[in-house]
């Protein structure tokens, strides 16, 4: 199994649990993701439960540098983006990770074929 949890795995998880046919659960999670990507590109946030808040904020502009040329300044405009804020349940489980084991096994970079 891959280091990040893909959609798939979620369907076979809940495959797993419920003994729902799979095209119905991947419906039902791609419903679910398609009504909170709605919300969030209509400005509103979304909030589960324990698990977080993902909020729509304004960021502000910016001058940014290319690396590649330093002298040279580049405006960033102002634009919004989604903030992930977690929950108090998710916080507890998050505080109980192993951060020596994280640090060992440091996540893969993400790759143009993860964007699910």
Same mark, same amino acid.
């Given at each position: 199994m891959s280091t990040n949890l893909t959609k798939?795995?979620?369907?076979?998880?809940i495959y797993e649990k419920t003994g729902f046919p799979q095209k119905q659960i991947q419906d039902t999670v791609q419903m679910t993701l398609d009504i909170v990507m709605e919300a969030?590109?209509?400005?509103? #946030?979304v909030?589960?439960?324990n698990f977080?808040?993902? *909020?729509?904020? &304004?960021r502000k502009a910016?001058? +940014?540098?290319?690396? #590649?040329?330093?002298?040279t300044?580049?405006?960033?405009? *102002?634009?919004? &983006?989604?903030?992930?804020?977690? +929950?108090k349940i998710l916080k507890q489980k998050i505080k109980q990770l192993?951060?020596?084991?994280?640090?060992?096994?440091?996540?893969p970079p993400a790759s143009a074929e993860s964007a699910e």
């Open positions: 798939r795995e979620i369907v076979l998880e969030l590109a209509a400005g509103r #946030n909030e589960l439960r977080g808040v993902l *909020e729509v904020q &304004v910016r001058v +940014g540098r290319n690396p #590649n040329k330093p002298e300044e580049v405006i960033i405009p *102002e634009r919004a &983006v989604v903030k992930f804020k977690s +929950g192993s951060i020596e084991k994280l640090k060992a096994s440091p996540p």
